[in-house]
């Protein structure tokens, strides 16, 4: 079971709210996405619980992890040719990311005065902001010396 109980009834009631129950296989990649920090794709996630001997399906690893984030426990990262990238982010502070197009890479960051141009943007607007994802795509480091 995850060592985050909280996290877990959180979930267990998002599931009883849509008349759905933690099964084993749910509570299986539960697991691994709590016990795991960093990003990652659920076919990734589904390789590591195979690797394990664990059971649970591909389809089931990918419906739970769109359910975890319809309960707000992960959140999308973005999208790589791998496919959409999640992070565990319940209880964590916010942050944005830059993702390299050649590695993949993930560099999270966080920029009080990004923040401020957001929040003064809706202020000026009239628009009540209630959470938002930046990425910036482009070279890591390592990639932007490959290219040369």
Do not use: W
Not at 1 to 9: A, D, F, L, V
Not at 16 to 43: A, C, M, N, W, Y
Not at 72 to 84: A, H, P
Not at 103 to 119: H, P, T, V, W
Request: net charge positive; with cysteine.
């Amino acid at each position: 079971m995850p060592e985050n109980p909280r996290e877990k009834n959180i979930f267990i009631n998002f599931l009883k709210d849509r008349g759905q129950r933690l099964t084993k296989e749910r509570s299986v990649i539960l697991q691994k996405i709590f016990v795991r920090s960093g990003h990652f794709d659920p076919e990734s996630l589904y390789l590591r619980i195979r690797e394990t001997g664990m059971k649970a399906s591909r389809a089931s690893v990918y419906r739970t992890v769109n359910l975890l984030y319809e309960c707000g426990l992960i959140d999308r990262v973005g999208k790589t040719e791998r496919g959409t990238i999640y992070e565990y982010t319940f209880g964590h502070k916010h942050h944005d990311h830059m993702l390299c197009i050649q590695c993949g890479k993930i560099i999270e960051f966080y920029s009080e005065e990004l923040e401020g141009i957001q929040e003064a943007v809706c202020r000026e607007q009239e628009f009540q902001g209630k959470n938002h994802t930046l990425e910036i795509r482009g070279y890591c480091r390592k990639c932007q010396k490959k290219k040369k």
